[in-house]
């Protein structure tokens, strides 16, 4: 089902440059440990390009493979001639007993020009980046809303890449009936893993703005 809004008006009073870098969250730590491995695949994830599908090949990485313990963890990269590491959440989903173990970590990148994220789009399969010893975070408590019987998802934009990893875990199958994903995007063109999600057995809203075409 597609559900059109039309934007509403919010009256926000702008934060003061200080205010905001004090509501800014500190990023993660960087990692102390890096480990080297080549991109499997690097391929526009939107009709415009906004978004990339990054895929980490670790077949030689078992130990970084296996750390991936919940959907929601996330890891560093140190991109080349990068000054500063980004941290991009996993949008594969985390190794299951009922699921043969994918040697790689796929990713949903944002590609702001002027960034490491750019240069980590700009890069071909084969090309070696450094990432993070191991996954950081915890992830998604799932076992909190074990007995929950109706579960709303909300994700916007890039954000969709965690609940990816969410909704192609367990977490799904074993709440068949109650999962609701509600996904909102600029518009179409902005919209990552259509395909997939459309045949998705979950609940499946897509918010986006008609006004909103930039
Ligand atoms: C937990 C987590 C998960 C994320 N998952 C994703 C994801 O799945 N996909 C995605 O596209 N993005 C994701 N991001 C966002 C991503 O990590 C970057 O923040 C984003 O690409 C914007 O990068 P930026 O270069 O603008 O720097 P930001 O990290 O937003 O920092 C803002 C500015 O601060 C300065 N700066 C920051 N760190 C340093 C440093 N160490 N040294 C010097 N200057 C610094 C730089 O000038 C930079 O432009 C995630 C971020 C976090 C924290």
């Known amino acids: 089902m597609l559900l059109r809004c039309a934007p509403r008006r919010l009256h926000l009073r702008p934060l003061s440059a200080a ?11 960087a990692p102390t440990e890096w480990a080297e491995a080549p991109l499997a695949s690097v391929r526009p994830a939107t009709a415009d390009a906004s978004l990339y599908h990054v895929s980490l090949d670790l077949s030689a990485h078992g130990d970084l493979l296996a750390s991936h313990a919940a959907a929601g963890q996330f890891l560093p990269f140190r991109l080349p001639a990068a000054p500063y590491p ?8 985390p190794p299951s007993p009922s699921s043969s173990a994918a040697a790689a970590f796929d990713f949903l990148v944002k590609r702001l020009p002027g960034t490491p994220s750019a240069r980590l789009c700009d ?3 084969g090309d070696l980046v450094h990432v993070g010893a191991s996954v950081v975070g915890r992830g998604f ?3 909190r809303i074990a007995e929950a019987r109706d579960v709303l998802v909300f ?4 954000g969709i ?11 799904v199958e074993s709440h068949k009936t109650g999962v609701s994903l509600f996904y909102g995007v600029r518009n ?15 609940h499946f809203v897509l918010l986006y703005s008609i006004y909103n075409s930039w």
């Open 161 to 171: 890449s965690p609940i990816r990893s969410l909704i192609e875990s367990d977490f």
């Open 188 to 202: 179409l063109q902005r919209m990552a893993y259509q395909v997939g999600y459309i045949s998705l057995s979950l």
């Open 86 to 93: 980004i941290f991009l959440a996993i949008a594969s989903p």
């Open 123 to 125: 890069l071909r399969p």
């Open 155 to 158: 994700a916007t934009g890039s």
């Open 141 to 143: 408590e799932v076992s």
């Open 19 to 29: 205010a905001l870098a004090s509501a800014a969250p500190a990023p993660p730590e």
